[in-house]
């Protein structure tokens, strides 16, 4: 009893210190959630509140009816579509440096390779990307910003791990009976790495969503603008609507966050499963 008593007590800081952690990192997101129902003379008002002695959703209905919906289906759309071709290229990268590890020679070492790869800044390919994006002629087309990231090395190490904890005996029957290797990928292997599926998702679509520089550089035409570029445009020669920037900053919050909300349980298990020594 004295032990467990013991146990509790030594808890009680980090338990206190983890909520004031909490507390900073979410006091800014309370903050701007807040001040986008402030009126704009409120914004810059000494001394500050956080919360409006009027508070207005006029912000919000401007920004929509400047055709920000827009935006925000593209955004769905970059989001989606690369999210789903990052997942099947990555299980299958995964799937094939797993399984063939031990059947075809030097496979570890290019999954070094692509090890490797994480070293290089992303920002140093940002010249050599637009260059072939509009060799292409995928300049200033959706596509044009799906495409060049849809393989991550990070879901491709994700599901190599995952794929490496199962039992090579489940390829194995699967072959013995005539199944073909594809159907071998699809109906055997691919489920019982659903909570890696989950996890890349989740990042997948949380980097798409977020992506600016890409979208900046790739899209002129404003129809095809995402929403992170919509927002930025809200900065004009003449100043800066911060009304407009603060409501259309939690219109996108609220996508990721219904979704990693629904889904966070599966994150620990496919984060987990990359811990595991290859």
């Known amino acids: 009893m004295a032990n467990k008593l013991t146990k509790n007590t030594k808890s009680i ?28 003379n409120e914004l810059f008002r000494y001394p500050l509140h956080m919360f409006s002695a009027n508070p207005t959703i006029e912000h919000y209905a401007s920004v929509m009816e400047g055709g920000f919906m827009g935006y925000v289906y593209n955004s769905f759309f970059l989001a989606i579509v690369g999210t789903l071709i990052t997942l099947v290229i990555s299980s299958m990268c995964g799937y094939a440096l797993a399984v063939y590890r031990h059947e075809i020679k030097y496979t570890n ?14 920002e ?6 637009v260059w072939v994006i509009g060799e292409f002629g995928l300049y200033n087309n959706i596509w044009g910003v799906i495409l060049p990231v849809v393989t991550t090395t990070t879901g491709i190490f994700l599901f190599r791990q995952q794929y490496m904890q199962l039992p090579l005996s489940f390829v194995e029957a699967a072959r013995i009976d005539g199944c073909p290797e594809a159907k071998t990928f699809v109906y055997v292997m691919a489920p019982l790495a659903s909570s890696t599926f ?31 570029i919509a927002i930025k445009n809200f900065i004009g020669n003449t100043g800066v609507d911060w009304s407009s920037i603060l409501s259309a900053s939690v219109i996108s919050m609220i996508p990721v966050t219904i979704i990693f909300v629904i889904l966070q349980r599966y994150i620990i298990g496919g984060v987990s499963a990359g811990g595991v020594k290859g």
């Open 13 to 40: 800081p980090m338990s206190i210190l983890s909520v004031v952690v909490a507390l900073a990192i979410i006091f800014p997101i309370i903050w701007l959630v807040c001040s986008s129902f402030k009126q704009t």
């Open 109 to 122: 070492l290019v999954f070094g390779v692509f090890l490797l790869g994480t070293l290089i800044p992303g």
């Open 124 to 129: 140093t390919l940002t010249v050599p990307q």
């Open 198 to 228: 989950v996890t890349l998702a989740i990042f997948s679509f949380m980097w798409r969503w977020n992506d600016y520089i890409l979208p900046l550089l790739v899209l002129s035409d404003q129809s095809n603008y995402t929403i992170q």
